[in-house]
């Protein structure tokens, strides 16, 4: 009898998960939810799904971040969503060294003000009309 045997790797995308913002691309973005399944296959025919894997994608770059499971179970809790964005920000800024470290804190927190400051702005575009 020949059992035909094998393996499949799916990755799929979920839902987008919460804003944030990447230091890869350097702007701010919605981390979406990616899922990696292996499959055992009979046949051709996917039957047991072996393995799962959660992982956090920047749609704008396609930086991937592994979501441990631990975190993945809390994902709706506003203060894991904290420690992740956290985490993710340590890990992107973990090779770089501490000028360029700073320069990125910089450049975001310039961003984040400007977006912050536009609403005023328009309005004082306005008045001067
Ligand atoms: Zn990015």
Request: hydrophobic residues 35%; charged residues 30%.
């Amino acid at each position: 009898m020949i059992i035909n045997f094998g393996w499949l790797k799916e990755t799929r995308p979920i839902r987008p998960i919460f804003g944030s913002y990447c230091y890869h691309c350097q702007k701010s973005t919605t981390w979406h939810l990616w899922r990696e399944t292996e499959w055992v296959m009979f046949f051709g025919i996917k039957t047991i799904p072996f393995l799962w894997k959660n992982f956090l994608v920047c749609p704008g770059c396609e930086y991937v971040f592994h979501l441990p499971w631990t975190r993945y179970l809390e994902i709706d809790s506003e203060g894991t969503r904290r420690a992740i964005g956290d985490a993710i920000e340590k890990e992107q800024l973990r090779p770089k060294n501490e000028l360029q470290r700073r320069f990125l804190l910089t450049q975001r927190a310039e961003r984040e003000a400007r977006g912050k400051r536009a609403p005023d702005d328009q309005l004082m575009h306005k008045g001067e009309q």
